[in-house]
């Protein structure tokens, strides 16, 4: 019975308000998808940042065990993961800042730390960026683990240069 209310209303419009009901019921609908294939997206990354987390956090303690612990503290980690995050804010990226932070990492246990304290953190997004993690509805990107944020700010030439300064130390780690 409704049904036939909202027709009998939708067929008395003018042509040009059928248009726009029409055009903004599609619009309303492609924002609803997007919303929700985007937050599904979002849950499958983040499961994957903890799982890349949780391998960390095992490979660290069977690194301590063998007798290879870390050089760094996690205060100083904690400072590290905070000074690649402030790199990575806005629009552009400090390359430098990013590059400073794995010249204080001395192996691969204090890489995996590195890992683990970073977690998964946000950063403010730029808002001129074509990156699929950035929204245009949010200020934060959602969160991110390390390897994500620096796959997200540095270009594949960059990434190799830390691969290398990591590799040159011994550590097997890369992103």
Request: net charge positive.
């Amino acid at each position: 019975m409704a049904e036939k209310g909202l027709m009998k209303v939708y067929d008395g419009l003018p042509g040009w308000a059928r248009g726009v009901v029409v055009v903004g019921g599609l619009a309303v609908g492609y924002i609803a998808v997007t919303s929700i294939l985007r937050a599904i997206k979002a849950k499958k990354t983040e499961a994957a940042s903890r799982t890349e987390i949780n391998q960390a956090n095992t490979e660290l303690n069977t690194q301590i065990q063998s007798g290879n612990g870390p050089t760094l503290q996690r205060s100083q980690v904690e400072v590290m993961s905070n000074a690649i995050v402030a790199a990575a804010n806005d629009c552009g990226t400090d390359n430098k800042a990013i590059y400073a932070q794995f010249d204080k990492v001395k192996n691969q246990a204090d890489m995996l730390l590195f890992v683990e304290v970073f977690g998964l953190r946000k950063k403010v997004r730029c808002p001129f960026t074509d990156d699929p993690r950035e929204s245009f509805f949010s200020a934060d990107t959602p969160p991110m683990s390390l390897s994500a944020m620096i796959n997200s700010e540095l270009s594949a030439s960059e990434i190799a240069i830390v691969n290398n300064k990591l590799q040159a130390k011994g550590i097997s780690y890369t992103f």
